[in-house]
T-cell receptor, first 112, second 112 residues
Framework: SQQGEEDPQALSIQEGENATMNCSYKTSINNLQWYRQNSGRGLVHLILIRSNEREKHSGRLRVTLDTSKKSSSLLITASRAADTASYFCATDYRDSNYQLIWGAGTKLIIKP | NAGVTQTPKFQVLKTGQSMTLQCAQDMNHNSMYWYRQDPGMGLRLIYYSASEGTTDKGEVPNGYNVSRLNKREFSLRLESAAPSQTSVYFC???????????FGPGTRLTVT
């Protein structure tokens, strides 16, 4: 079963606002990854944060990791209409044997 | 580089028919994966192949078989399709560093 949990399930904001989505997980990880999926298409990798990192940036994306709370957040700043998509977290667990464990995703809608 | 390619893009089957979904990657990746994604949900792992010559079951393997034909190609077979297998199927690959996964565009399968 999916072990990553994301919230909110859906988020609708105005263009230009910031969007924050969260991911929680259950056991020790090697890394945690965020992916974007545009409607009906394959997933695209956005950013990876390792278990010994606390924060990482990539352009307008900021990811934080709190291993004590077993949670991560993805912040998209200055949102654009093109950011409308579903966002998934995936965890690489220490005993995962090559697998990633996926959350159910957050559907983000940016209103013009 | 084409990345990860999948064929076909769309397929409609009748209950009981069989078919094979093809996947190929040109990134010299060791690991390859087959997922299914049902509407509004995250990815569920069907089978994976950690390296050429090995395959392992994922979370939802029943009704499917796989073949890792060579390092590039990983196929998924439905021997006797059922309506419950209506879904979008994604193939992915991952390099030796076991970081991000790269996804194909997906196959949208409908079983009537």
């Amino acid at each position: 079963s999916q072990q990553g949990e994301e919230d909110p399930q859906a988020l609708s904001i105005q263009e230009g606002e910031n969007a924050t989505m969260n991911c929680s997980y259950k056991t020790s990880i090697n890394n945690l990854q965020w992916y974007r999926q545009n409607s009906g298409r394959g997933l695209v990798h956005l950013i990876l944060i390792r278990s010994n990192e606390r924060e990482k940036h990539s352009g307008r994306l900021r990811v934080t990791l709190d291993t004590s709370k077993k949670s991560s957040s993805l912040l998209i700043t200055a949102s654009r209409a093109a950011d409308t998509a579903s966002y998934f977290c995936a965890t690489d667990y220490r005993d995962s044997n090559y697998q990633l464990i996926w959350g159910a995703g957050t559907k983000l809608i940016i209103k013009p | 580089n084409a990345g990860v390619t999948q064929t076909p893009k769309f397929q409609v089957l009748k209950t009981g028919q069989s078919m094979t979904l093809q996947c190929a990657q040109d990134m010299n990746h060791n690991s390859m994966y087959w997922y299914r994604q049902d509407p509004g949900m995250g990815l569920r792992l069907i089978y994976y192949s950690a390296s050429e010559g090995t395959t392992d079951k994922g979370e939802v393997p029943n009704g499917y078989n796989v073949s890792r034909l060579n390092k590039r190609e990983f196929s998924l077979r439905l021997e006797s399709a059922a309506p419950s297998q209506t879904s979008v199927y994604f193939c992915a690959s991952r390099g030796l560093a076991l970081d991000e996964q790269y996804f194909g565009p997906g196959t949208r399968l409908t079983v009537t």
